[in-house]
């Protein structure tokens, strides 16, 4: 504590003395500093702060103002009148509260299933989903629901394990469901619909049994070739496709500004991924010379009609994301460094890459892979 004497100026220009009082506030965690007229005032507060703490009063009460000290000696005379702890008191109080709350949420009637997925969808519409992700959501919430023998709004974990593990549904299906209802449950608990998220312990389903299906660097170089024969227009998307492993969907909505090839790269935006997320996608070599080779009339979609003829004419089978899972196996191949080929595909860790997309492939076809090119 310290007392000393100020300078100060009032409101009309006039130098007048003061006292200021110095001591550490337990509350504010920090020195308080208070002014008074007199130095007998200033040392008469001192008094009442000591006092106060030599009744036995937590420090960070002493500092509190009339009124709160006021509540506070209330609450101590019940306190000692029913013969119990403050803080006793002060938890049971809360208890009751909080038990009170429970009840009548569990009184409260749940809306309807339909009511929920609307609010959920315009929710999530809000803070910016795509039409698709929203369109994911309802479609995979309704199919769960579909899968369980009780309300799904109400369901346990056993009961979504019971459902999901009878339901005549892929186990791509099955995963898919249970990663959507996940972020349903969850915003239900925001809600205050629910208190837990039954998909948090809910059993996953095993998915890969065999390395995802690829074109070899053999079969990749017979389809450009065929691609430039029977289809040219199409040489672009297909270049793109297999040699930087941005998705068909997302090449469909590039524009020529995104194609910065004077700098050897495309911008996929928050549009063109299906994550959400921005990135920049190298264009290496060998994709550079077929977009430079075949400037004119590119198409960027390719439509199923085009797509089937072409595979039949190179000899090839078509299957889900093997151009990505192609471009995936033949670049962690030909670099040998995991984290570039988890950067290259945008994907937040290697889990994603060495569960859905690595093929086993040779360094030496990794290499060739890269070095297909017009001649």
Not at 150 to 168: E, R, Y
Request: charge should be positive.
């Amino acid at each position: 504590m310290k007392v000393s004497k100020i300078k100060i100026t009032t409101k009309s220009g006039k130098k007048e003395d003061r006292w200021r009082l110095s001591y550490y506030s337990a509350l504010l965690r920090g020195n308080v500093q208070r002014r008074f007229r007199t130095e007998e005032d200033a040392r008469a507060a001192w008094k009442e702060v000591v006092k106060r703490r030599v009744k036995g009063l937590p420090a960070p009460v002493v500092q509190a103002n009339a009124y709160e000290l006021a509540d506070i000696a209330a609450a101590l005379d019940i306190c000692r009148l029913h013969n119990t702890r403050i803080i006793d008191a002060v938890n049971g109080f809360f208890s009751g509260k909080a038990a009170m709350t429970e009840a009548n949420r569990k009184n409260a009637a749940i809306p309807g299933l339909d009511d929920l997925i609307a609010s959920f969808v315009a929710e999530k519409s809000l803070a910016g989903c795509r039409e698709a992700t929203l369109k994911s959501y309802h479609a995979a919430i309704k199919g769960m629901a579909r899968c369980l023998k009780v309300s799904l709004p109400s369901a346990t974990t056993a009961d979504i394990d019971l459902g999901m593990g009878t339901a005549d549904i892929s186990s791509v299906s099955k995963n898919t469901y249970l990663r959507n209802a996940q972020v349903f449950y969850g915003w239900m608990i925001k809600a205050g619909h629910r208190t837990d998220n039954p998909c948090d312990s809910a059993r996953s389903y095993k998915v890969e049994d065999s390395d995802p299906c690829i074109y070899t660097a053999a079969q990749t170089e017979t389809l450009m070739r065929t691609v430039a024969r029977v289809a040219p227009q199409f040489v672009r998307v297909y270049a793109i496709a297999l040699f930087t492993g941005i998705r068909p969907d997302g090449i469909a909505k590039l524009t020529e500004a995104d194609l910065l090839l004077d700098e050897n790269l495309i911008k996929v935006g928050f549009e063109q991924d299906k994550t959400g997320q921005k990135y920049y996608a190298e264009i290496p070599p060998n994709c550079m010379a077929w977009i430079k080779a075949y400037p004119d009339n590119q198409e960027m979609v390719i439509n199923r009609y085009s797509r089937s003829k072409i595979c039949k004419d190179a000899g090839v089978e078509h299957g889900h994301d093997i151009y990505r899972h192609t471009f995936a196996s033949h670049h962690l191949a030909a670099h040998g460094n995991v984290e570039k080929t988890v950067q290259a595909l945008n994907h937040r860790s290697s889990d994603m890459l060495f569960r859905h997309y690595r093929h086993a492939v040779k360094p030496d076809e990794g290499k060739a892979y890269f070095l297909i090119s017009p001649k």
